[in-house]
């Protein structure tokens, strides 16, 4: 789990293929919009690199990354989504609403892939602080948004 020992920008090249006709459903909590609006724009970035057409990409807000889990199966069961990025960011707190929120988001997101058999992609960022947050959207660490949109393509392809 350690992001120092891996840039999230930098990703192998098996089963990244052209993405032109495929569907693509982000949520994007509003919750620290700081750092979620850059992960949003390195996902964008990365799925229009491999072709996506901005018509085909469905974009969602939601106020924190608790209701990702919601709104991502809304737009999972779109029968012309191929695959959804959940994108949030969550940074601890002094009190421990951190980590039940950490860990409903994650199984949520898990389940709702399983369920509508399709991707969905944990996007969120789980950090302690602001620091470490933007290093990894955009910073010295990468961007967390382009890894989620480079797993969203190849999950799609696999
Ligand atoms: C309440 C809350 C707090 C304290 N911190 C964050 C955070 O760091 N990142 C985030 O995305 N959302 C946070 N939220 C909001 C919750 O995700 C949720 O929106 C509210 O609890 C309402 O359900």
New binding site residues.
Partial sequence: MATHLKNLSEYSQINVADVSHRRFGIVV?E??SEVTEILLKGALETLQKYGAQSENIVIKR??????LPLASQKLAQIPTIDAVIAI????Q?ETR??NF?AQAVAEGIMQVGLKCNKPVVFGVLTTNNLEQALERAGGKYGNKGEEAAITAIKMINI
């Fill in positions: 909590a919750w620290n939601v106020p924190g990354s608790f209701e949030g960011c969550l940074i707190g609403h951190f929120i």
